[in-house]
């Protein structure tokens, strides 16, 4: 192996480790990176700017070479942000297990031409992530900073990272999924560009990775948000089950679909007896809705109490939700998604880094599906029909997402929320809330224009903390239509 103009012994790393842990970025930088964001709002990449010529002493590079040598092995650095869940800031106190990736981690390109003659072991995908080293930054902030801002982050952690066995089956099994496409679109098409636009495809079967952004824009391999919160919050003390012999869709599917095959038809009370799961009754002489998540649990032999506990569960982004049909496949609530951190639209950034796209292209639903005998029949007695598992495709993201993307942008870089006072239309008067203020409501975009659509949530009408463009408002959350998520499921076969 030739040297390596960076080469370092453990040692010598970590003793700059220690030495920049709880230090500012803007005390760290000795090189003086962040003179390039005077003047200059978004400058991407400062933070490792920092850390790469501060630190470790070596100018940034976009080339294919390992960054630096440590004891002989090729290592990749990579500088992460680390924030507060949305969870965590609720709380009165926040600590290190609260913390989750700002964003995903990107890879590698995704190089046609040179991917079909790789094997894993040998692709560049994987000598980039096979030895990490992490540094932590804390965006110690709830709303989106300009570049500048960043000296006030403080480093908060650092680690060699190696991904374990099972892990580096999974990063496998991804890639070669991602490169079998490419060679049938090689091998079976005159033209094969015309097929690589359709990568995006591959999102319901990539369990830790995806690829980003979509073609004709070079896309390339990037470590899931997830993914990237899952390493992060290890390295913070957090512990996750590991589920042996999972490791990818496929398996999990295949715990469902033999689940329902053996319990299909049973009512949630027969399935709980007959899975020796221990419930209690509530005030309604029923069981509470996370009896299915008790339910899943059992299936995957878990002594977890959560879903989120088990590791492949959180890598892969996999929520549970569970749903009462009735005879005739009708009646789905609207379901809520997640908070719009507005900061970040006021940056305007492209919709394929925007929050919104991130959330839809990793997330995936299992939904537990129920039948009711009638609409008073209480959940004890909803029949048990199987598993679905939805993910959301190109054309529903490009369309319905982009659309309240888009419109939710407009309405606050063109200043043009508007509140209005919700009048009755039996009275001709102000609806009045139970708080004695009157009822409004805001332009963002409806249900009845989008199955992804805004609205508020909050404890009641004298508590809005939130305020954009001048209006306070409770916070803004996408939700997707009952409707729509109903219709998802009816398309789709039983796991």
Known sequence: MMEHEFSYTSKEINDKLSSIINETLGDIDVNNAFDKTIGKPKVTGIAGDVIEQSVLGYPANSDQKPDII???KNVEVKTTGVKYSTKALKKKKQTVADFEAKEPMSV????????VNETFDDSNFWHKLENILFFYYHYDSPTTVKSWEYKDFKVVGAEFHEFSNADKE???QDWEKVRDFIID???????PTTRYPLLGSLRKELLLIDTAPKYPNPPRFRLKRSTVTSIIQEYFGKKFEKLPQIDSFSDIDKVLHNATQKYRGLTVEELLKRLNIKYTLNTSGDVNKNVAEKIMLKLFGSNANKLNKIDIFQKANLTLKSIVQTKKQTRTEDTKLFPIDFDEIGLDPDFEESQFYTYFSEKQFIFVIFEEPDSDAKL??????GFKRVSFDDHFIDNYVHKA??????????DGLVEEIVISKKTGRPIINKAGTPRTKLNFIKSSENPIFVRGSGKDSKHKPLQVNGIDMYAQWIWIKGSTINEMLNNLDYI
């Open 170 to 172: 999974r990063l496998k």
């Open 405 to 414: 993307w888009t419109h939710t942008k407009d309405l606050v870089l063109n």
């Open 108 to 115: 590698t390109a995704v190089s046609p031409e040179k991917i």
């Open 70 to 72: 440590v004891d002989g």
């Open 380 to 385: 004890l007695k909803n029949k048990f029909l």
């Open 185 to 191: 679109a090689q091998k079976n098409y005159s033209d």
